[in-house]
């Protein structure tokens, strides 16, 4: 009788070293898998000499093409012989800071639909990363299986995230407090604040929103390295990114207008205010070109599923959404690995949608004239000759 084993680290993965660069010519086999659509149906009647291939504008000779559907490789044409590593790993991400009980559906879908006994199965959450890996074969406790996955996930985000969501009730505190204030002149404005003088409580927002931001900050090198540690594993990897749409309290920009009207010989206030503006202006914090770079390298397709909340609002405030930053550059993570983005308040459409994309693909062989191990990220471009398909697949490999 199989059983899942929970390995729970007490830190994050420990990620493979990155490898030295070496500067050398060398025979290397290039594995694309390589999605084909006709409008939203799979193609599976493609064959070796319909492909082309080209390898930094250079065009490729195929070597190989095999059709799998999961784990089975349902047609071969060889040129030369290969063998594909079928094992399939499958990594959730949750970048959320709020539970959603919707989740309890879609994992259900998951772990009843999508995984197989010989997969294995990352976790990682706020809080902690957890390796879940099949010994014998499924077994009938699947369902405590998910009852206590979905209890880990929510323990943690609650968890990991309450400094997020305490900082978030301070901020909506003072927004109010701030917006109910403005009844008439400055010198009553000053009387109604019990938590400090209007100046202060001014200071305080601005403080917290510099807090808030800093707690949403994507962390580049964890992606990095877990990118390296994904390419020392054999087989077909897939990461489902499960992102939160996010929201920040800010002043309606009437009452702001207003606070500058009735501040307006105060250029210390004035200034406090208008930089409140620039909040909603912000730089992806985050390498976008290195982190696409590395996943797709590590030939591993990257799902971005973004869940679409609503924020409830208040008079005088406007919860303005804070995702803008990581959604398109998260997104163009997904097209540059093979992967797809999806966007839905469904979870369980959501990872319905991650299925039926998973379940069939080609693997495409070739090898690159005139390799050197330079350490240059070379771009792969592949096409059908004729017939207006969709294709989805990585977008390059580093010559290391």
Do not use: C
């Not at 200071?203 to 390419?231: C, H, I, M, P, T």
């Not at 087989?235 to 920040?248: A, I, N, P, S, T």
């Amino acid at each position: 009788m199989r059983k899942w084993i929970w390995l729970i680290a007490a830190a994050p993965l420990a990620f493979a070293a990155a490898q030295t660069i070496q500067h050398e010519t060398k025979t290397v086999n290039i594995e694309i898998p390589v999605r084909v659509f006709k409008g939203a149906a799979f193609v599976d009647t493609l064959m070796l000499d319909d492909f082309e291939v080209w390898d930094n504008g250079q065009p490729q000779k195929l070597e190989a093409v095999y059709l799998i559907k999961k784990t089975n490789i349902e047609r071969r044409e060889e040129a030369r012989a290969f063998v594909p590593r079928m094992a399939r790993h499958f990594t959730l991400i949750f970048e959320m800071s709020e539970f959603d009980p919707r989740l309890d559906e879609g994992l259900d879908f998951f772990m009843n639909n999508v995984l197989l006994p010989s997969d294995s199965l990352v976790v990682v959450t706020p809080m902690r990363t957890y390796r879940m890996k099949a010994e014998a074969s499924f077994s009938q406790e699947r369902s405590q299986i998910l009852k206590r996955l979905v209890g880990l996930v929510r323990r943690d985000i609650l968890i990991g995230n309450s400094e997020y969501r305490s900082l978030l009730e301070d901020l909506k505190s003072i927004a109010r407090n701030l917006a109910g204030s403005i009844s008439g002149s400055a010198s009553s404005i000053e009387g109604q604040f019990s938590g400090g003088s209007f100046e202060e409580q001014l200071q305080n927002y601005a403080a917290g929103l510099s807090r808030f931001e800093a707690l949403r900050q994507v962390d580049e090198k964890q992606f990095l390295e877990f990118a390296r540690y994904l390419k020392t594993i054999e087989g077909q990897k897939d990461v489902f990114l499960f992102y939160q749409r996010e929201f920040v309290p800010n002043l309606d920009p009437k009452i702001m207008n207003q606070f500058l009207g009735l501040y307006n010989s105060r250029v210390d206030v004035v200034l406090s205010v208008m930089n409140l503006f620039d909040f909603s202006k912000r730089d992806v914090t985050f390498d976008v070109e290195a982190v696409k770079r590395a996943f797709s390298d590590s030939s591993t397709a990257v799902h971005f599923l973004f869940l679409t909340t609503q924020a409830e609002g208040a008079p005088g405030i406007v919860m303005e959404e804070r995702t803008e930053d990581a959604f398109e550059p998260f997104r163009e993570m997904a097209r540059a690995t093979g992967g797809f983005s999806e966007v839905s308040a469904n979870f369980e459409f959501i990872m319905k949608s991650a299925a039926a994309a998973l379940e069939n693909y080609y693997l495409l062989y070739y090898t690159p004239v005139g390799y050197k191990a330079d350490g240059a990220f070379h771009d792969i471009k592949v096409k059908v000759k004729s017939g207006g398909y969709r294709l989805a697949h990585r977008s390059g490999y580093i010559a290391d």
